[in-house]
Nanobody, 125 residues
Framework: VQLQASGGGLVQAGDSLRLSCAAS????????MGWFRQAAGKEREFVAA????????DYIDSVKGRFTISRDNAKNSVYLQMNSLTPDDTAVYYC???????????????????WGQGTQVTVSS
């Protein structure tokens, strides 16, 4: 599956953004999906994940209550709704996919086999 992330931009602290990730292929519904981010000079970190089976989700603690991951299998897309953004959220955001039979969301980068190109999110104070 090929992934195309979009929706990034420059916003002010407290604003919201919705990232989208469009996937090619006909079996999107069987893929675990995740969002990761990488700030300048830092390692890539997990942000959110959603399983293929029951839509269960997982988040890094710093975004819980502010970010929501969702998927629309009919549109082959996964989304990341980001509210109450802070400058610490500034990073390049990547979507990732992995076709795997397990039901738990995947939260480690090495567990994913497919990656999108990234979209820049910049939050000014």
């Amino acid at each position: 599956v090929q992934l195309q992330a979009s929706g990034g931009g420059l916003v002010q602290a407290g604003d919201s953004l919705r990232l989208s990730c469009a996937a090619s292929g006909r079996v999107f519904s069987s893929y675990h999906m995740g969002w990761f981010r990488q700030a300048a000079g830092k390692e890539r970190e997990f942000v959110a994940a959603i399983s293929w089976s029951d839509g269960s989700t997982d988040y890094i603690d710093s975004v819980k209550g502010r970010f929501t991951i969702s998927r629309d299998n009919a549109k082959n897309s996964v989304y990341l709704q980001m509210n109450s953004l802070t400058p610490d959220d500034t990073a390049v955001y990547y979507c990732a996919a992995r076709r795997w039979a397990g039901t738990e969301p995947l939260i480690r980068a090495y567990e994913y086999s497919n990656w999108g190109q990234g979209t820049q999110v910049t939050v000014s104070s």
